[in-house]
């Protein structure tokens, strides 16, 4: 497991790439899909986050989301004061502060 550091680009070196990920779905309690993340620019930052708190804590549950928000470094920080700018830190902090964990499903490209 990575610490993380003050800055989004410097931890985002030190995740995994996301070369044969096509997506990432979020799964509630039912097995539905809540949200996906494409691997799309301007969405690969996410997707290497998400991936990675899926390899680390098998779930996203509040442990794994505080983990996450500390990994998204002063995107965080942004998140909380422009709420619906970043929605996959959104859910994130949905989660710290209570909302339902998910299940996260990596499907490969291809």
Do not use: C, W
Not at 7 to 30: E, S
Not at 53 to 75: N, P, W
Not at 83 to 108: C, M, Q, S, T, Y
Request: charged share 15%.
């Amino acid at each position: 497991m990575i610490q993380p550091g003050a800055t989004f680009k410097d931890n985002l070196q030190h995740l995994p790439a996301v070369d044969g990920v096509q997506r990432i779905d979020l799964t509630n309690a039912q097995g539905a899909v809540v949200a996906s993340i494409e691997n799309a620019p301007g969405k690969q930052g996410s997707l290497a986050v998400y991936q990675y708190l899926h390899q680390q804590f098998g779930a996203l549950d509040a442990k794994a989301a505080e983990h996450g928000l500390a990994v998204f470094g002063e995107h965080a920080a942004d998140a909380r004061q422009r709420p619906g700018a970043h929605p996959n830190i959104d859910r994130l902090i949905a989660i710290v502060d209570g909302g339902e964990a998910l299940a996260i499903a990596v499907v490969a490209a291809g």
